[in-house]
C-alpha cells in the first residue's frame, strides 16, 4: 500500500463530493428562482481532522461549522493562522462555561437556545470589549423534542425580545434542525414564517439529507457534513 497514493485519492473524493453539493445548491437555487449567492455552504467538520479539511480548504471553502469548543480549539488554530479568511460557525450545544473560549473561537454562534446563555454570553461580551461579536442565531426547537436543545416556537417571540431588551444581544436569525422522523419541508417551513414576522433574514436549516428542501423554503444557510467529508 502507498500511503502518499491513498491519501491523495481520499483528498480527491472529499472535493468530488464538495463540487457534487455545490452543484447541486446550484441547481436547487435555479429551481426555486433564487441567486446561488444567496445561499451559504457550511462544510460540517466536526470528528474530522486538518488532513480531511485541508482539501476542502484547497477547494475553496471558507465557511466551517463544528460542535464542540473543546475540539475546535485543538485543530482550528494553525489552519485558521494558515487561511486567516476562515469563518468558523458552532452549530452545536454551548455551555455556558465554555462562553469565553467560544468567542475567541467563533465567528457565528448559532445555538443560542436558553435564557442564562443569553446571560452569560452578554456578560462576556461586556467583559470583553472591543472585540468584535460573534453573529448570533436563535435555535428552534420546531419539533418540540424533549431531548433536543432549542426555543419552542410559541416561546421564540418573548427569547428575542428578551435578547434584545434585557441582555443588549443582536440576534441575525434563527436555526432548527427537524426531527429525524418527520418530514422536513413544515419544520423549515414555520422557521421561515418566524424569522419573517421578526424580519431576521437569516435561515440556517438543512443538512445532508435535506438541504434542497430547505433552499427551496428560503435557507440562508445549509450545514452540510456527510455529503462532503463522507460518513464517520
Not at 453539493?21 to 426555486?32: E, F, P
Not at 464542540?68 to 455556558?96: C, F, M, N, S, Y
Request: charged share 25%; with cysteine; proline share 7%.
Amino acid at each position: 500500500m502507498d500511503p502518499i497514493r491513498d491519501e491523495t485519492a481520499a483528498a480527491d473524493a472529499i472535493t468530488a463530493r464538495l463540487d457534487e453539493v455545490r452543484a447541486r445548491i446550484a441547481q436547487a437555487c435555479h429551481d426555486a428562482g433564487r441567486d446561488p449567492a444567496s445561499v451559504e455552504l457550511i462544510a460540517v467538520s466536526k470528528t474530522f481532522g486538518p488532513e480531511e479539511i485541508a482539501p476542502v480548504i484547497a477547494a475553496g471553502q471558507r465557511r466551517f461549522g463544528e460542535n464542540r469548543v473543546q475540539e475546535t480549539a485543538g485543530k482550528w488554530p494553525a489552519l485558521r493562522a494558515a487561511h486567516p479568511d476562515l469563518e468558523l460557525h458552532l452549530i452545536g450545544p454551548l455551555q455556558t462555561n465554555k462562553v469565553r473560549e467560544a468567542l475567541s473561537l467563533f465567528d457565528v454562534i448559532q445555538t443560542l437556545d436558553r435564557p442564562s446563555l443569553a446571560a452569560a454570553l452578554a456578560k462576556e461580551l461586556a467583559r470583553a470589549g472591543a472585540p468584535p461579536a460573534p453573529r448570533l442565531l436563535v435555535q428552534v426547537n420546531t419539533g418540540e423534542e424533549p431531548q433536543k436543545a432549542g426555543v419552542a416556537p410559541q416561546e421564540v417571540d418573548a427569547f428575542l425580545a428578551a435578547c434584545r431588551d434585557a441582555h443588549g444581544l443582536a440576534i441575525e436569525g434563527l436555526m432548527c434542525i427537524p426531527p429525524a422522523d418527520e418530514p422536513a419541508a413544515p419544520h423549515f417551513a414555520l422557521l421561515a414564517k418566524i424569522a419573517a414576522r421578526h424580519g431576521l433574514k437569516t435561515l440556517s436549516m438543512g443538512m445532508s439529507g435535506d438541504y434542497e428542501t430547505a433552499i427551496t423554503l428560503g435557507a440562508t444557510h445549509v450545514r452540510v457534513g456527510s455529503a462532503i467529508f463522507g460518513h464517520r
